[in-house]
């Protein structure tokens, strides 16, 4: 493939910096990356957040007295956005399981959860995947795909940004929404072995079986551009496939090194990371072209 190798920061950078906040995503872009992959939900008042979670998560956020939660945590759709922004997302819980498997995320406390705007305004080049956060299994727990998609994208086309945005999501209902509003959007279609195995329900209605058993198949019917696969779940087949289709490939979450120099040997198109350093290094080594790092950029972009 001729395309520029697209290095993507999973929410930010999750293994050095707090997932999903703009002190993460600013401390990202001064290691380079061309793109940040985040996550995506809607407050009680309409308003597009970046958060990963339907629900607070245990493991990161703190009240404004400084306490931890403790489950059952109040979901996204149900706070304000004045109650979303109260919470201090800036540090993993210690002895967490979560802090274990980043035991070198630097905290940032005080880091909140930041609107979509604000994310979309720290840097005029880099591009973002936003990944529209719905699950046709909780219904309850967010606004319908479709309702969740038109608000992502009012804010994006505010912004001036759609033309360095791509949307995905697990759930297809939110991407085919979009598709049919604007079809020139780039659009990413994630799966993983669950949602391949329960695609009926995440594909609402379609299945592999009738695309021959083949994802990539299913991808191309929706009208491409990019499948976004679960590293573990990709064959180097299935990325062939996919490229004779005329589809990009970014798998996710790649952290080891080794996993990212064989799939780039393979010729993906790009992965997600939570360790941007590693994949330059690993990229450098190869002989492949860097994002270039940019420190101090996004200053304008704070809290308004
Ligand atoms: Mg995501």
Redesign the pocket.
């Known amino acids: 493939m001729s395309r520029r190798f697209d290095l993507q920061g ?2 930010g950078a999750r293994g050095l910096f707090p997932e999903n906040t703009l002190e993460g995503f600013r401390a990202a872009l001064a290691i380079g990356v061309d793109a940040f ?3 995506v939900g809607l407050s009680a008042d309409g308003v597009p957040v970046v958060h ?1 979670d339907l629900a607070l998560n245990p493991a990161i956020a703190r009240g404004p007295d400084g306490a931890w939660l403790t489950p059952p945590t109040p979901t996204l759709h149900s706070m304000t956005l004045a109650e979303i922004g109260s919470w201090d997302v800036g540090r993993l819980r210690p002895g967490s399981a979560y802090a274990a498997t980043f035991p070198d995320q630097q905290p940032m406390d005080g880091a909140r959860i930041p609107t979509l705007a604000e994310v979309l305004a720290l840097d005029p080049e880099v591009r973002f995947t936003l ?1 529209l ?1 719905t699950d046709p299994t909780r219904p309850d727990a967010t606004v319908p795909a479709t309702v969740l998609a038109e608000a992502a994208l009012a804010v994006v086309e505010q912004a001036g940004a759609s033309g360095r945005v791509m949307f ?1 999501s697990f759930d297809w209902r939110g991407p085919r929404h979009l598709r049919r509003l604007r079809p020139a959007l780039k659009l990413a279609w ?1 799966t993983n072995a669950q949602t391949v195995a329960e695609a009926a329900l995440w594909w609402d209605g379609k299945r592999p079986e009738d695309f021959g058993g083949s994802v990539p198949r299913a991808v191309a019917a929706e009208g491409g551009n990019v499948w976004a696969p679960a590293h573990e779940d990709l064959t180097e087949a299935a990325l062939a496939e996919a490229h004779a289709l005329g589809l990009g490939v970014l798998p ?1 979450t790649v952290n080891q090194p080794e996993d990212m120099r064989r799939l780039i040997g393979w010729g993906v198109d790009g992965l997600i990371t939570d360790f941007p350093d590693r994949a330059r290094d690993v990229l450098r080594a190869a002989g492949m072209p860097l994002p270039p790092g940019r420190p101090g950029t996004g200053q304008m972009g704070g809290r308004a």
């Open positions: 999973h929410r992959e985040l996550d990963h990944e956060k995905e994630l996710w």
